[in-house]
Every structure is written in C-alpha cells, then in structure tokens.
C-alpha cells in the first residue's frame, strides 16, 4: 500500500536553532499535511499544502509540497520549548480520500 | 470555533467486553474519519462516512463497525474487545460539498484501555 516514510524520527536541539523535517514516498499524492501532536490529544493541523510547488509559511513554519508531489518539507524557525512535540506528515491521494500518515518526528527542544 | 467532540474522553473496558465511541463533527462538516493510534505509533486510518454512506474502508476488524447518523455524528462500535484493541482513537471531519481544498480536523480523541 502507500506508505510515507517521514525522517528524522527524532530531533533533539537547543532552543534558537531551526528544525527541518520531510516525508518522501513512491506515490504521488494531491494533497500533503502537516500536524503537530501533544502526548494523549489529537493531531492539530499546522499546514495544508495543494499545489506541487506551493511554499506555505504560518509563523515559524514553513513547508513545501515538492515538484514531484512525492515529497514535502516542514521546516521550524527559531525553536522554542512550546514547539516539542510529534509532528506527523499526512498524503492524500486525492479529493477527500484517506489521509495516510508517516510515523512521524519527535521533537525535543533544550533550553 | 467550534471543533470535533469525541466521547467519552476516556473508557476502561474489560477482555470480550464492547465499547462504544462517539464522535461529533464540526457543525457542517459531512464527511467523518476514523483513525487508531497505537502507542507511539502513527494513527491508522478506520473508517470514512460521506452523507452517511461508507466512504473508504482500511484497516477495521470486522468486530468493529460504525455507523454515521443523520446529524452527521459518527459512532464507532467494538465489540469483543481485545488487550491489542487499547488505543487513541481519533475522528476527523471535513466539509466535502462545495470546496474542493478543505482540511481535515481532528478531535481530541478517546483512550481506550482493555484490561
């Protein structure tokens, strides 16, 4: 089946620094999500990305839809404790199919 | 505004019992998903209803059903429930009709716990 595979799995760094994380997979998806996830709640949307290309920024994220629609990107500017957390990537394959989800990153910011 | 309401927020049930999980999407969403999330594992997706019709189907025992209803609300029904069945379970909803790009919202889930 489709499978993302999303890396690093884990992050460990100093507040300040930036973080950058990415899905890839062999599908071609229409639609690529990202979601933050605290420890026993849901996944909170962060970034919808629609158009192969498409750079989206919401605050100090910023997140790309690859030219291939097979990949995306989620980078985190200038890190703070707030932002630790799993952040999973999402596909869809197309108008309001399944999301398919990569196993994630966890992310850990020292102060 | 207004977001995805699961309950209960938590549920203990024994081995062979059954359980059942509700999910209230946001006001004019039709569309409803149903994920399950392992620990530390990434949510795998359940279910999808359109308009109250079955819309996808992935990884779902078959001692699990679900239904959505006429208000849009989902339930999700498990029964002969195993020690594997303790999860998060999630629910998403979106608007489908109209927009083509509209996101999916998650709720805030249901822990189960068989014992």
């Known amino acids: 089946g489709q499978q993302l595979n999303q890396s690093p799995q884990s992050m460990f760094i100093q507040e300040g620094e930036d973080v950058s994380m990415n899905c890839t997979s062999s599908s071609i998806f229409n639609t690529w999500l990202w979601y933050k996830q605290d420890p026993g709640e849901g996944p909170v949307l962060l970034i919808a990305?629609?158009?192969?290309?498409e750079l989206t920024s919401n605050g100090r994220l910023t997140a790309q839809f690859g030219i291939t629609r097979k990949d995306s990107f989620l980078n985190i500017s200038a890190s703070i404790p707030s932002d630790v957390g799993i952040y999973f990537c999402?596909?869809?394959?197309?108008?309001?199919?399944?999301?398919?989800f990569g196993a994630g990153t966890r992310l850990a910011v020292h102060p | 505004a207004a977001g995805v309401i699961q309950s209960p927020r938590h549920l203990i049930k024994e081995k062979r019992e059954t359980a059942t999980l509700k999910c209230y999407p946001i006001p004019r969403h039709d569309t409803v998903y149903w994920y399950q999330q392992g620990p530390g594992q990434d949510p795998q997706f359940l279910i999808s209803?359109?308009?109250?019709?079955?819309?996808d189907k992935g990884s779902i025992p078959d001692r699990f059903s679900a239904q959505q209803f006429s208000d849009y609300h989902s339930e999700l029904n498990m029964s002969s429930l195993e020690l594997g069945d303790s999860a998060l379970y999630f629910c998403a909803s979106r608007h489908r009709t109209g927009r083509m790009n509209t996101e999916a919202f998650f709720g805030q889930g249901t822990r189960l716990t068989v014992v």
């Open positions: 990305l629609y158009k192969a290309g």
């Open positions: 209803f359109y308009e109250k019709m079955q819309s």
């Open positions: 999402a596909g869809q394959t197309g108008g309001y199919n399944k999301l398919i």
